[in-house]
């Protein structure tokens, strides 16, 4: 796949860019370990301080990022807009909160004295350079909520983004640069997929984490294993939406548009199956539907729109594959369900009733705007649902019941679950999922450990 910019909304190429090659890349990785030789040894309050500026730089830069962002990869350019801006408050987030997570642990006394200690503390040392391979969707956050953990814990970042977006990945590394972090403490490598397992396997580079599809999880995982190095992997989702009788069917479906759309439905934590109780069934699917159906699909850059474009060409083709898949084999179309004629990798918002095993939707992840009605006969069968499926990323559940929420807690196969509302991530809260969702967490006191020497230090008596 080329390094370019491929404007979604109509197919035009408007930049490209040439791979780094060898020599640069072996200048990038040296440049990188001589900058995390220095920075690991820097105070967290000069890390605060250089973090705190790179975000007041964002504030300012909101809203050329965001139109870069939505010509890029076709995000409805306010949701741009408010992804940088959320990006700006995780980075004051940890700029405040890193010296506290990542504090000494002192062991109690007792514990101390009966391994003939003095005292026990357990501290947080940094790795080193860890490479971040990120994907498209959310191309500023998802880089973001990785690199300010990490470089406030004394590491330094590699980021290789996804090929169709190059401006947002270069202006990741300008920002930090702009923002006085010493050359080499976050640089973005210019590279195709090929390229990524000779990184990952220089020695300089100790860990590694990947937001995308879960092949490439699989291919980093590969290698990171082969060379004993730490990961962390945040794949794809088909997170489940369970309402339950006692829920406020109203605001459940209005919530689930939501839900389902963000982000033009390009979001591994986007709803995906609404497995709704067959008591209040035939109502929620009849507002969630007229609310899918009265979305504004048009040009990202218009701030009426509420569906932009596809991010690519084969993505599409790859949504419509499944439904077409799901049509065949008996699915019910409640709307939506064909591609639009015109210019633009556009897919209609689309609802699709009586889902069943044979169907390709079933088991695999919808990443478009595409959402899949299940009817639940009982609580016992809306969590057979929802964990029928590889996925274990997040899921919502929509109950008044306390005893069916505890159910839901204790049940669900999933990294989050959500309660009378739609999943959503924030730097104080861990993220990340089970199953072929992935492992590992990003974000809290969780997320910056990750990349972090956990070592203990014994003090004799």
């Known amino acids: 796949m080329p390094i370019a910019t491929v404007n979604p909304a109509n197919g035009e190429t408007l930049k490209t860019y040439d791979a780094l090659g060898a020599e640069e890349i072996e200048h990038r990785l040296a440049t990188a370990e001589a900058a995390y030789r220095a920075h690991r040894t820097t105070s967290y309050a000069d890390r605060a301080r250089l973090l705190r500026r790179a975000a007041d730089l964002l504030d300012e830069d909101v ?20 992804e940088a801006a ?67 814990a004394g590491n330094v ?12 990945a270069l202006y990741l590394e300008d920002l930090f640069r702009r923002a006085g972090f010493p050359e080499g403490c976050f640089q973005t490598l210019l590279i195709g997929s090929g390229a990524v397992e000779g990184v990952l396997r220089d020695p300089r580079v ?35 939406y369970v309402v339950m009788p006692s829920a406020d069917v109203g605001a459940a479906a209005r919530t689930a548009v939501t839900a389902r759309v963000q982000n033009n439905g390009q979001s591994c934590i986007a709803a995906k199956r609404f497995i709704v109780h067959a008591d209040v069934f035939d109502a929620f699917a009849e507002a969630f539907t007229a609310g899918m159906r009265a979305l504004r699909t048009g040009d990202p850059q218009e701030e009426e729109t509420d569906i932009g474009p596809l991010a690519t060409e084969q993505g599409r083709a790859d949504l419509e594959e499944l ?59 809306a969590v057979s649902l929802a ?53 590992g967490r990003e974000l809290s006191g969780h997320g910056i450990r990750e990349f972090c020497n956990i070592t203990t230090v014994w003090h004799g008596a």
């Not at 026990?120 to 790795?127: F, I, Q, T």
């Not at 306390?402 to 959500?418: I, M, T």
Request: proline fraction near 8%; charge should be negative.
């Open 387 to 439: 964990n029928d499926t590889p996925f274990g990323l997040s899921s919502n559940v929509w109950t008044r019941d306390e005893a069916e929420v505890e159910r839901f807690v204790r049940d669900l196969e999933a990294g989050g679950v959500f309660v009378n509302g739609m999943t959503a991530s924030h730097p104080a809260f861990p993220f990340g999922g089970v199953k072929r969702s992935g492992y």
């Open 63 to 82: 809203p050329e990022i965001g139109r870069v962002m939505t010509t890029e990869m076709g995000k409805p350019v306010k949701q741009a807009r408010a």
């Open 323 to 381: 439904v077409d898949d799901a049509v065949e084999n008996g699915a019910t179309v409640l709307c939506g369900g064909e591609r639009p004629d015109g210019p633009g990798w556009y897919y209609p918002p689309t609802v699709l009733a009586d889902i069943t095993p044979a169907m390709r939707v079933h088991q695999e992840e919808a990443f478009g705007p595409v959402a899949t009605l299940y009817r639940a006969a009982d609580l016992d069968e």
């Open 206 to 240: 100790r860990a590694a984490t990947l937001t995308g599809s879960e092949p490439a999880g699989r291919a980093v995982a590969s290698v990171a294993g082969d060379e004993v190095k730490k990961t962390v992997l945040e794949l794809g989702g088909s997170d489940p």
């Open 157 to 168: 970042g590699l980021l290789k983004h996804a090929s169709n977006v190059p401006q947002t």
């Open 86 to 152: 959320k990006c700006a408050k995780a980075m004051r987030w940890y700029a405040d909160h890193a010296e506290e997570l990542l504090a000494d642990e002192v062991a109690p006394e007792s514990a101390a004295r009966d391994s003939g200690a003095s005292r026990v503390l357990v501290r947080y040392r940094p790795l080193g350079p860890v490479l971040a391979v990120m994907p498209w969707n959310f191309p500023l956050w998802q880089v973001v909520r990785f690199a300010a953990p990490a470089l406030m």
